[in-house]
């Protein structure tokens, strides 16, 4: 072939074609390697009995919520099953962050088991406990080295009140005793048997996380979509990160259990990234610490409105590429460990390249196997991916079709809500995912994230909730 030949019309379609199918491959390698890795199970059924469980200490970082939102969440944690001697729940707002604390002021009264820990600015002395932490752990890396070493000024937001709520819980332990500590957002709804499945795990793992699951599944077409990403990552994918304790692992920020005295060797939380659920998970696997995986998910809500969604998911790209880099190195991972933690933030990245492998593979296969119009590997490769395409798309739904009865009742919900998740739909919204893909990548450039855009919460589950608590439902007990 001649150089004219080469850069001529056809030939740069096929090379084109080419390359998306070989990307389109690539995809379904890294998901075939996810899938087979194998998963470690945790399961309340295990759990100590009362006298012997390990005190628990949930975290509830807010800003600026809404009262009934809280008041949802708090609904759900006044039906945890645990001895009320082992439990605490602490929220942690801004100490500036007047209404929310009035508004969780007014909730104690409702919730006995409620403590406000105000978060002061970290001008505050009642940070010198961290700084004095900080200084004599080499682990707290972004500390001791870098462009921001030594930097106090750290940027209010969710990781920042958990720091503090960290350093403040280790110091006020009774004797020094070691804790489990756990975390949700402001609309988590734990199940009844939430505290009982993190005691159980950690008689074996050393980091516990639960799933989790959308409450507000047909809200809107833009909830739909949005709660299809859980369906497919958290729901599925994510308890193959477990994989024997041989692949690094991030957890999902919300309903997580650790030591607190293992967080503490660690250097507790990185403050200057957008979300702290990657970078802390690959620092505890690098520890050596065992990720299990508990079914019975929170209940969360997602964003009614793609703007909302995006806001949200940007922050979330933003937080993967700053996990990826330096971070990576400071823990020590050899080039193959740093592939291996690539691989977690492969399938999101490449989301969109369903809409470009699928149709154009499909059309390879219209032309058949003896066509001139393309070598045949290629269209042996092009009828691979389809194919596997087909079976991955299936073996999604037919799980995403089980999790629908973790929220909804009726089958005809269960129904509207498959219809707005249909192949088509969700071709365009994976198209869609290269807006907030583009704008983190963006966000990291610039060093961005340090502000929190916080998801904007609406009390979507609330009906969802109460309802659970007058009929007991088996819904939110496991999947």
């Known amino acids: ?92 707002p801004n100490a500036d962050d007047h209404a929310t604390i009035a508004s969780l002021e007014r909730l104690r009264a409702e919730f006995d088991f409620l403590s406000i820990m105000e978060v002061p600015p970290t001008s505050h002395p009642s940070w010198d406990i961290v700084w004095k932490a900080w200084d004599q752990n080499p682990h707290a890396y972004w500390w001791h080295k870098g462009p921001r070493a030594l930097d106090r000024n750290l940027p209010p937001k969710k990781t920042r009140q958990l720091i503090y709520a960290l350093y403040h819980a280790l110091e006020d332990a009774p004797h020094g005793e070691d804790f489990l500590i756990d975390y949700i957002d402001a609309d988590s709804c734990p199940p009844p048997d939430h505290f009982r499945a993190g005691a159980a795990g950690m008689l074996t793992h050393d980091v516990i996380q639960a799933e989790n699951v959308a409450g507000n599944l047909n809200t809107s077409l833009a909830a739909s979509w949005h709660a299809f990403d859980h369906m ?13 304790g041989k692949h690094p692992y991030w957890i999902l920020g919300k309903g997580v259990f650790f030591r607190a005295s293992d ?70 991972l050899s080039p193959i460990q740093k592939l291996k933690a690539w691989t977690n933030f492969l399938p999101c990245a490449s989301l969109w390249v369903n809409a470009i492998g699928f149709p154009t593979g499909v059309w390879a296969l219209t032309l058949g196997y ?37 929220v909804l009742n009726r089958t005809s919900d269960r129904l509207a809500y498959m219809l707005k998740v249909n192949p088509l739909f969700l071709m365009t919204w994976w198209v869609v995912w290269l807006v907030p893909l583009w704008l983190g990548f963006w966000m990291y450039m610039r060093d961005g994230g340090l502000i929190w855009e916080r998801t904007e919460k609406i009390n979507a589950n609330e009906a969802l909730i109460r309802s659970e608590g007058r009929e007991q439902a088996p819904a939110i007990s496991g999947s």
């Open 1 to 92: 072939m001649n150089a004219i030949d080469l850069f001529s019309g056809q030939n740069i379609w096929l090379t084109l074609f080419a390359v998306a199918q070989i990307l389109y491959a690539l995809t379904f390698l890294v998901d075939l390697y996810l899938f087979t890795r194998p998963v470690n199970l945790v399961s309340s059924e295990t759990a100590p009995p009362d006298d012997e469980t390990p005190p628990i200490l949930l975290f509830y970082p807010v800003l600026h919520e809404l009262e009934e939102t809280m008041r949802t969440t708090f609904t759900a944690l006044s039906r945890l099953d645990y001895p009320k001697d082992r439990r605490r729940v602490v929220a942690i």
């Open 232 to 244: 497919a990552w958290d729901g599925r994918k994510y308890r193959h990160l477990t994989a024997d």
């Open 370 to 406: 003896h066509n001139d119009a393309i070598p045949p590997w290629l269209f042996w490769l092009s009828l691979i991916n389809v194919t596997v395409f087909a079976v991955t798309l299936i073996g999604l739904y037919v799980s995403t079709w089980k999790r629908t009865a973790l």
């Open 263 to 332: 967080l503490q060797t660690l250097g507790g939380f990185h403050p200057w990234l957008a979300i702290e659920d990657p970078e802390v998970g690959m620092r505890f696997w690098a520890a050596g610490k065992r990720l299990g995986v508990v079914q019975a998910p929170l209940i969360e809500e997602v964003p009614i409105t793609f703007g909302r969604g995006i806001t949200q998911r940007k922050r979330w790209v933003c937080g993967f590429f700053q996990s990826l880099g330096r971070p990576l190195g400071e823990l020590g």
